[in-house]
């Protein structure tokens, strides 16, 4: 079933990127550049992201088992002293994220490397 994606706040990134093999590169040098930014720039009105052609960014695929997880992330937070100071700092300034361990261990997941890396990246990239 189609629907619009329309109240999607976008940020961007400079970053290096590795490709694989099977990628796509599309030139913007030729007569269809309008046609490729409407259809492949995410906040473009009628654009493939904008029709759900690239819903599966929008899911989380991976995640973790809390009571498996517990052991790993106070291993985690002993190791990367910049990582407890991040989350001590949270529970700081947010109340109710310092009484919630779920809210904490789930932060500690989504600031970890154990994070699913693809996760509302959108999968069309400008080369510089």
Request: aromatic share 16%.
């Amino acid at each position: 079933m189609h629907h619009l994606n329309s109240d999607v706040k976008l940020s961007s990134t400079t970053q290096r990127m590795q490709f694989r093999k099977g990628d796509w590169y599309i030139p913007m040098n030729q007569e269809a550049n309008r046609f490729l930014i409407e259809t492949l720039e995410p906040q473009a009105e009628d654009s493939y992201f904008a029709w759900n052609f690239f819903d599966a960014i929008l899911g989380q695929k991976e995640g973790y088992s809390a009571y498996a997880f517990e052991d790993i992330a106070a291993d985690y937070l002993k190791t990367d002293p910049g990582m407890k100071a991040k989350l001590d700092q949270r529970k700081a300034s947010d109340t109710a994220f310092a009484k919630s361990g779920r809210a904490q261990l789930n932060f500690v997941y989504e600031n970890s490397k154990w994070f699913e890396p693809s996760y509302l990246r959108y999968p069309v990239y400008r080369v510089r």
